[in-house]
């Protein structure tokens, strides 16, 4: 297996290296402390620390890139004798499943929206673009979700082109992890932000049948690295403390394994991460690591060890 280390096209950083990328006013602002609230309020196990030493320095080249983002849109327009407008900027953020990306999209626009003062931050998921149960089953895909097939592709790009446009009001589709289905007829609204992070397994594929990528759209893009063993870990973690949460809801699709055997239920879980979700990683997810912009390679206990980012 080719490892990040081995690319020619990569910078390699450790933890230490990167956090000394500052700029100096900004290294200096703390966390707020309603942002360290929100920041606990959705993940109490997050690093602090690495929200400072990684995600600062990180939001501070964001905002460079952005700034000459912004400015060639301009030109562009300028040169071609178009109005000019503002055009969104998009971060995709991309990684097995239970790797962390919901968290780390989470911690990523929290910072922006501190940061990028006056701007109007929105994150998506993908999930919204898997086809719903009863069409996965149609399609014989239902043991195949997250699998590049399950998902609606064509309206994901579509809903991304009308994004990058300034369409006014686009909707993006709702997944729901209680019902593990789509919710019909349930939108979250995007409405022309100047950053939209959109996270998903799929955020640097290439599908076979179609012309054009979610890639084409995205102006940074970032891989969330981890060894496998160590991701399906998170993920039997993560499924052990929803079995105490979020499963005793009897609405919840996995109720009936939160009210029977506990050790039948881990079987399950460690069932699905074995055909489906770690060969998805190993077929389709892992391949397209080398066209991120910036790997962050986590470690034990989710923190980040090392970075990556694109020379070129
Ligand atoms: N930085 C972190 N510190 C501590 N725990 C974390 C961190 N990132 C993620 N986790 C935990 O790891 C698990 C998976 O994280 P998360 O739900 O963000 O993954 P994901 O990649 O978005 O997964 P999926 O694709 O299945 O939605 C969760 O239980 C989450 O609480
Ligand atoms: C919705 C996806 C595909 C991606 O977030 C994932 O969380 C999922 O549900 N995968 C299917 C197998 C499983 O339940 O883990």
Redesign the pocket.
Known sequence: MVIMDDLINYYSFTKEEWRHFHNESEANLPLTPSELKHIKAF?D???IQ?VADIYKPLVHMIRLQKNNFDEWQTTKARFLRKQVRAVPFIIGIS??????????ARVLKELLTNYFTGEHIQLITTDGFLYSNAELKQRGLYNKKGFPESYNMRELIAFLNEVKSGVAVTKSPVYSHQSYDIIPNRYDIVDRPDVLII?G?NTLQLPSNEQIYVSDFTDFSIY?DADVHLIEK?YL??FG?LMDTAFQDPDNYYYDYAMGDRDEAFAMARNVWNTVDLPNLKENILPTRSRADMVMHKTD??LIDRLYLRKY
């Open positions: 993940n196990q997050i690093s690495d990684g097995s499943v239970a790797v962390g990306k919901s968290t780390t996270e397994i969330m998170w973690e993560r403390r206990h989710h």
